[in-house]
Nanobody
Framework: VQLQASGGGSVQAGDSLRLSCVLSGGSFSSYNAAWFRQAPGKEREFVAAIRWNSGLTEYADSAKGRFAVSRDNFKNTATLQMNDLKPEDTAVYFC???????????????????WGQGTLVTVSS
């Protein structure tokens, strides 16, 4: 089972980008999907996530109101729509997938053990 992220690029502040994550070799419908990012010199941070059945989404405060996570289990894809991008959104974005834990707490509490290779988003002012 593999994840592959795509859709990154170089944009101006205020622009939009749509990142996609495709899972191959398995069924995405069993997995919760998440997006993380890592800016230069910083630790990787949670951005957004969506439950396996699309029944729940969670966002980092920095993403609320600007980013939207969605998924299409028939196409084995998850998507992160990013609007009104800011220079501080510059980072490598990773998609990740993980199964529900035995005791559910939140999407942030899921162990994401499948990771894509990352796609670079650069936002200039």
């Amino acid at each position: 089972v593999q994840l592959q992220a795509s859709g990154g690029g170089s944009v101006q502040a205020g622009d939009s980008l749509r990142l996609s994550c495709v899972l191959s070799g398995g069924s995405f419908s069993s997995y919760n999907a998440a997006w993380f990012r890592q800016a230069p010199g910083k630790e990787r941070e949670f951005v957004a996530a969506i439950r396996w059945n699309s029944g729940l989404t969670e966002y980092a405060d920095s993403a609320k109101g600007r980013f939207a996570v969605s998924r299409d289990n028939f196409k084995n894809t998850a998507t992160l729509q990013m609007n009104d991008l800011k220079p501080e959104d510059t980072a490598v974005y990773f998609c990740a997938a993980g199964l529900d834990p035995l005791r559910w707490s939140s999407l942030r509490g899921v162990t994401y053990n499948l990771w894509g290779q990352g796609t670079l988003v650069t936002v200039s002012s």
